[in-house]
């Protein structure tokens, strides 16, 4: 859809030159809040992106989580809107994957269920329908999974109303 095409450049535009203190600040304030869930909802298994370009840095979060025992899981984007996942074990022992991604560096599969997904966005909306960067990786992936799935992203990415098509999968909160 050619909105959502304008909604991904307009967005991506303003992520891409937000000051880096700004930045360095909002991603610290964001993580204190995803912690605060997760701790809240006592989640044992956390599904995260590990960020690239200007996303959200959740590097600090998952060394908190690592560090408190909580199993950390990561996608790896494979070719067809696939993800497998991959259990997080160190921050330092990453690759490079496809379009720019990370991944962990060993391809070991996680089929175990996920208590909360923490799924980046170019844009959410109200009623937490998200628009990422046109893939269609994690709407494919979230289809029918039962873990909290918590939308990420800065103050100016939320707006009123997203255009919806059928496959799109609507978060249980958004944190910005």
Known sequence: MQEKAELRKQMLAERDKLDIVLKSRLDLSICSRLEDIIEARNAKVVHSYLPMGSEIDVYPLLE???????????????????????????????????????HPAHDEEYTGPVDIYLIPGL???????????????????????DGYKVGICYPF??????????????MDAVVY
């Open 157 to 170: 990415q939320l707006v009123d109303k997203l255009p919806v098509e059928a496959h799109d999968v609507p």
């Open 64 to 102: 908190h989580l690592l560090a408190a025992g909580v199993t950390v899981i990561t996608p790896k984007s494979l070719k067809g809107r696939q993800i497998k996942n991959l259990q997080l074990h160190s921050l330092e022992e990453l690759e490079e994957g496809i379009y720019g991604t990370k």
């Open 123 to 145: 844009a959410f909306d109200k009623k937490h329908y998200r628009v990422g960067y046109g893939g269609g990786y994690y709407d494919s992936h979230l289809a029918g999974q």
